[in-house]
């Protein structure tokens, strides 16, 4: 192993990772607030996102990312569309104990597609791409070679997930109302119950 992955490697590792991507409600609401902002500011100017946190190669790979986890569909748009990508970048100015992971996470991406096509990730076709991630994104033990990647996905794709699930558009896609007064609850619908396999409880 060189010492170029070697650092990459312990970049991942540093710290308990799962924790370094929890996201609090307000942590997510003050990162889509400051997203929104900027968002907001390069339109009326013109002008593409600068990202505060990522370098410009980093950001466009975490919108490649993003966008490969959800993507925009026939329901709703996708990751890009509700500003995750934003949402990710200052939420690592405002939680520096998540930068270091992040960051080494997308460096392995990179040193992974160099190993497998002697390019960066981004320079790499959208099936070499997907070929990574689908090594790095299953649910089962990580491949052997792989566990850092697998760890690294594994998070981001939580990220991406509180993101867009906090944002606008995603709480619109869950179909939330929010604390609505129901005058009569008359229990879960006949149908819901089938298609979850679940019976309704005598009174």
């Not at 466009?60 to 993507?71: F, G, H, R, S």
Request: hydrophobic residues 40%; aromatic residues 8%.
């Amino acid at each position: 192993m060189d010492d170029s992955r070697r650092t990459l490697l312990k970049m991942i590792s540093a710290g308990p990772v799962a924790a370094a991507f929890v996201i609090t409600d307000a942590e997510a609401e003050q990162a889509h607030h400051q997203a929104q902002a900027a968002r907001q500011t390069a339109q009326r100017t013109r002008t593409a996102y600068q990202p505060r946190f990522f370098t410009p190669h980093e950001y466009e790979t975490v919108k490649v990312l993003a966008d490969t986890i959800i993507p925009r569909d026939e329901r709703s748009g996708g990751a890009i569309d509700a500003g995750v990508p934003e949402f990710i970048d200052f939420t690592m100015v405002d939680q520096p104990a998540r930068q270091t992971a992040v960051r080494g996470g997308l460096g392995w991406l990179d040193a992974e597609a160099h190993r497998r096509f002697d390019k960066t990730f981004l320079a790499s076709a959208d099936a070499e791409r997907r070929q990574i991630l689908d090594d790095i994104s299953g649910h089962g033990a990580p491949a052997p070679g792989l566990t850092h990647g697998t760890s690294f996905f594994r998070n981001f794709r939580d990220l991406t997930a509180s993101g867009f699930w906090t944002s606008k558009m995603g709480i619109e896609d869950l179909g939330y109302i929010g604390n609505t007064f129901v005058a009569e609850w008359q229990g879960c619908p006949a149908d819901v119950l089938k298609k979850l396999g679940a019976t309704r409880t005598a009174e």
